[in-house]
């Protein structure tokens, strides 16, 4: 085998890259090790050039394999990888997101990159799977405008650390995932815990210094090893369909794109006219694709044109102005457990809240851990009627993926612990109306929600996106010598044609949540730290709406919402509770109709259940742990009879039956135990005593004294006498024989 390895040091661990003939028949292919993990990324171009599609066909695949982890993993009945998981198809989306926007865009033969996880240790494969795809990109004869580089950013105790382990990232107040080459970001993705903004800059700043070690590390390897780029010219446009384009476009196009109407349907109608045009003229009609990308472009040129020199946007609105915003907060139906309505403008999203006990929560079996139960979900519907389009309804695609997790990552720094709040927390927003950032409106309705729910959130979440509008002749210098123009709440045109959708959540205190992507090679920073002030502005105005609407968690949960008790037994009490085979706690539902009953190894137990059921298990359990104490009074039941005293079962467990001596029936000698008291009798006792082997001695006459004389029972004249059991030669009662 052939290989040739390079090395470098980042956040003081080795990263390796190994390119050997393993995959030889591939455009370019790397083996990139740090730490313990490892993946193989692979790049293809194919040979043949598309004509049939309008769009650049660049596929990109992250492939967990269960041996990575040194596990046999899967289901009992698939003991192989099935469909990617929401984690694998999260980790595709970074890596096409940053690979994405260095591409020519013209280019129409197949791309395909393929990330294969081959070894997982403390570190994050998906940070190492960008720096691997872009090696492989950078090496191979695509053309690629590469190469980029990646780093995770985490503040742990006021220090920020560089690629973090899973266990440091867990503990983080700010987890960063930047992308970027040349002094630029052109990915992001932060999860934070209400971080300030400036901490947010610090830690881009970070991540570029960062990168400036890996691109260098990069651009060594491809000076040695790297091929020689493919061809990939642009399309030349036919004279002809320039010069209809001047007569029937260029003259109405200002007015078009700045019309004032919100969306594109304006500029879609423009275009359908003069694409009717073209395919009517036989000598342009076969130019048709080629028409419909040269109007693209010139609408993307006009829109930039608009921004930075008339100081105008598509439907008119200042550069800082939010579009007009309504809340509501239920109103849908009891039904639900929650709901909220929110209006950014033309996005619409309605997201309903379910409330569940902890056995509803997700069970989570992947490389990264086994049987991980998470509490909190929050799923995104996107409709193709929310976009005035028809299309395949159901399933689910990267799209729906991503925005549903970074919603849900923006919420998670607010939920209750499960201590405060144990239930099982799941949120689906339905896009009903898309134009402009669905995932920041679905982030504002899913606040609503929990709020109408009762669910004790810390803070009200909200965001926004804001697009970016930069000039075609641009400086790399950190910004210097830019005109651009920041955009807060991009809508249609400007996020088909803008530069940027920078997507920003949090509370009044700070951030939660950011998700980038760029149409740029990438972004400097100072502009994105512009966008960041822009974004808290326009945040807060939206939570204004928010709790004038709701201000706070309702001050209970929905009465359809199932009821939650918790309680605690000692760890070795759990084996009583669940009883042999789960006969017990079976038992205990069937006769409670609880919903569920979860117990955990420390001994704590959730009752789920509705209509007060969840309180009478929990009495059962109690009774069933329960440790009696002498002086306690009980109502029990009699269940056999000896010659010298009578077995009472004063509770549920196996331990909960004590013996009430014959003479521990009356302040007076009986003859007969028999003659006090029948099998299946109830009577009031009280526990003498608890002996030193756990054995229960209860008594009638310390409680009831007059018992034997309502049963007609006088003292004998010739009394029989009382010994002990132990002195009458039978055995001692021993409750748990």
């Not at 240790?121 to 090696?135: H, K, Q, R, T």
């Not at 991540?207 to 691109?215: M, P, R, S, Y």
Request: with cysteine; charged share 25%.
């Amino acid at each position: 085998m052939q290989s040739k390895k390079f090395t470098t040091e980042i956040g003081g661990k080795t990263m390796i890259a190994e390119f050997t003939d393993l995959a030889e028949q591939a455009s370019g292919s790397v083996i990139l090790r740090y730490g313990e993990t490892a993946v193989l990324a692979t790049a293809v171009m194919s040979e043949k050039t598309r004509d049939d599609i309008d769009y650049f066909p660049l596929s990109v695949e992250y492939e967990e394999r269960f041996y990575a982890a040194g596990a046999i993993l899967g289901s009992r009945f698939m003991r192989r990888e099935g469909r990617p998981s929401e984690d694998a198809i999260l980790s595709g989306r970074i890596v096409d997101r940053t690979i994405r926007p260095l591409f020519p865009s013209h280019i129409r033969n197949e791309i395909q990159v393929i990330i294969t996880v081959l070894a997982l240790g403390e570190e994050d494969p998906s940070v190492i799977a960008v720096n691997a795809a872009s090696l492989a990109l950078a090496t191979s004869d695509i053309p690629w405008k590469g190469p980029a580089a990646a780093v995770r950013i985490s503040k742990e105790n006021g220090e920020f650390v560089i690629n973090p382990t899973y266990a440091q990232r867990d503990a983080a107040t700010l987890d960063v995932l930047a992308c970027g080459k040349d002094g630029t970001i052109n990915m992001i993705e932060v999860g934070a815990r209400e971080a300030s903004e400036d901490d947010v800059a610090a830690a881009f700043l970070k991540a570029v210094g960062e990168h400036n070690k890996l691109l260098a590390f990069q651009a060594d390897i491809v000076t040695q090893i790297g091929k020689t780029k493919r061809e990939a010219p642009e399309p030349e446009i036919p004279a002809a369909l320039l010069e209809s384009y001047t007569a029937e476009v260029a003259p109405k196009l200002t007015a078009t794109v700045f019309s004032g109407e919100a969306g594109k349907a304006q500029i879609y109608a423009l275009k359908k006219e003069w694409l009717k045009k073209v395919v009517a003229d036989e000598a342009l009609a076969p130019f048709k694709k080629l028409a419909d990308r040269y109007y693209e472009d010139k609408v993307d040129e006009e829109i930039h044109r608009g921004a930075i020199e008339d100081n105008k946007r598509a439907d008119n609105r200042p550069f800082d102005k939010i579009r007009g915003l309504f809340a509501k907060a239920g109103g849908i139906s009891d039904i639900l457990h929650g709901s909220g309505i929110f209006y950014r403008g033309g996005t619409h999203v309605f997201t309903a809240l379910t409330l569940g006990g902890p056995g509803d929560s997700l069970i989570v079996d992947s490389m990264e851990g086994r049987d991980i139960k998470q509490r909190f979900m929050h799923h995104y519907n996107f409709p193709p009627y929310s976009a005035g389009e028809t299309g395949r309804v159901g399933g689910l695609n990267r799209r729906m993926v991503g925005h549903g997790a970074l919603a849900q990552k923006a919420l998670e720094a607010v939920l209750p612990s499960p201590e405060e709040f144990p239930y099982t927390i799941r949120l689906v927003s339905e896009c009903l109306a898309s134009n402009g950032s669905t995932s920041m409106g679905s982030t504002c309705a899913s606040t609503i929600a929990l709020m109408d729910g009762g669910v004790p959130i810390k803070a009200p979440v909200a965001g926004i996106a804001m697009g970016l509008m930069l000039s075609q002749t641009k400086s790399r210098a950190e910004g210097e010598g830019m005109k651009y123009k920041i955009l807060t709440d991009i809508q249609g045109p400007e996020d088909s044609h803008g530069d940027m959708d920078f997507k920003v959540a949090g509370t009044r205190s700070g951030v939660t949540a950011i998700q980038m992507d760029i149409k740029l090679d990438g972004v400097p920073v100072p502009i994105l730290i512009e966008a960041l002030a822009g974004a808290k502005k326009a945040r807060l105005e939206i939570l204004d709406v928010i709790e004038k609407e709701i201000a706070a968690p309702r001050a209970a949960i929905s009465p359809r919402a199932p009821e939650i008790i918790t309680m605690r037994v000692k760890p070795d009490q759990i084996g009583l509770v669940i009883g042999g085979g789960g006969k017990t706690i079976n038992g205990i539902k069937d006769v409670t109709k609880v919903e569920d009953i979860t117990i955990e190894d420390d001994g704590s137990i959730f009752i789920t259940g509705k209509g007060g059921t969840a309180q009478i298990a929990r009495k059962m359990i109690e009774a069933i742990v329960k440790e009696y104490k002498a002086g306690e009074i009980y109502d029990g039941e009699v269940t056999r009879l000896m010659d010298f005293g009578a077995f009472v079962r004063i509770g549920p467990g196996k331990d909960a039956e004590g013996l009430v001596h014959v003479s521990e029936v009356a302040p007076f000698r009986i003859n007969k135990i028999a003659d006090a008291v029948t099998v299946g009798e109830k009577v009031r006792v009280m526990i003498k005593e608890i002996d030193e082997k756990g054995r229960i001695n209860l008594s009638i006459k310390q409680v009831d004294p007059d018992f034997a004389s309502r049963k007609g029972l006088v003292a004998s004249a010739n009394p029989a006498p009382h010994g002990n059991a132990r002195e009458q030669g039978s055995r001692p009662f021993n409750p748990r024989s």
